[in-house]
């Protein structure tokens, strides 16, 4: 079963308005981190936001907020005031609590969501 | 934020040579690294997980011998594809974490194209 999906292969906005892109996870560890990651098209991979699942509040940064709703298992991307740079590749990720041994698990993504701003 | 870079960016090489990735954490120490292969127009597959001085664990049908990975300080990991074959080439995207819950920062990521 996927554990990060994200339904939306492709989605469209005009330029200034806001647009919420779809992200819902599955796990049944109690800590778990949420993350949004751009990637133009120039491939890298840049951090936008991240949810904790026992952060009380919705985590904001600046334009982009991540509506986290706990007992559904989504957390929704929305980016508000959209620009022309926002058109990218937008992936949903999820991290489950420590798996290697390590300091933090790895991140598992879902299979992304195309945005594209129209002028 | 923290800045990883990644090198080469592009690299194209022959069938049968050997290949390899370098990526760095530029301004935090990186406790644990991880490696990242992506096929056109697909999400991003964990390949391997190295934490600083220990052997690097690989995921289930990643071939060890053939993507080796050394993590030697806490800025340094590289990944070396041995005996590259055509269906090696990809997108190669490392990442690196620092303290406990730290979130992953990527490198810009190496095209490998095996001729």
């Known amino acids: 079963a996927q554990k990060i999906t994200q339904t939306q292969p492709g989605m469209f906005v005009q330029e200034k308005e806001a647009v919420t892109l779809d992200c819902t996870y599955d796990?049944?560890?109690?800590?778990?981190?949420l993350f949004w990651y751009k990637q133009p098209s120039s491939g890298e991979m840049i951090f936008l936001i991240y949810?904790?699942?026992?952060?009380?509040q919705n985590a904001t940064e600046g334009r982009y907020s991540l509506n986290f709703q706990k007992a559904r298992k989504s957390a929704n991307l929305v980016i508000s005031a959209s620009q022309l740079g926002d058109s990218a590749m937008y992936f949903c990720?999820?991290?489950?609590?420590?798996?290697?041994?390590?300091?933090?698990?790895?991140?598992?993504f879902g299979k992304g969501t195309k945005l594209s701003v129209k002028p | 934020g923290a800045v990883v870079s990644q090198h080469p960016s592009r690299v194209i090489c022959k069938s049968g040579t050997s290949v390899k990735i370098e990526c760095r954490s530029l301004d935090f120490q990186a406790t644990t690294m991880f490696w990242y292969r992506q096929f056109p127009k697909q999400s991003l597959m964990l390949m391997a997980t190295?934490?600083?001085?220990?052997?690097?664990?690989?995921e289930q049908g990643v071939e060890k011998d053939k993507f080796l990975i050394n993590h030697a300080s806490l800025t340094l990991s590289t990944l070396t594809v041995t005996s590259a074959h055509p269906e090696d080439s990809s997108f190669y995207i490392c990442?690196?974490?620092?303290?406990?819950?730290?979130?992953?920062?990527f490198g810009p990521g190496t095209r490998l194209t095996v001729l």
């Open positions: 990720a999820m991290r489950e609590g420590r798996r290697y041994g390590g300091s933090q698990g790895n991140l598992i």
């Open positions: 796990t049944s560890d109690p800590s778990y981190g």
């Open positions: 990442s690196a974490s620092g303290e406990v819950g730290d979130t992953q920062y």
């Open positions: 949810q904790g699942s026992y952060d009380q």
């Open positions: 190295s934490n600083e001085g220990s052997k690097a664990t690989y």
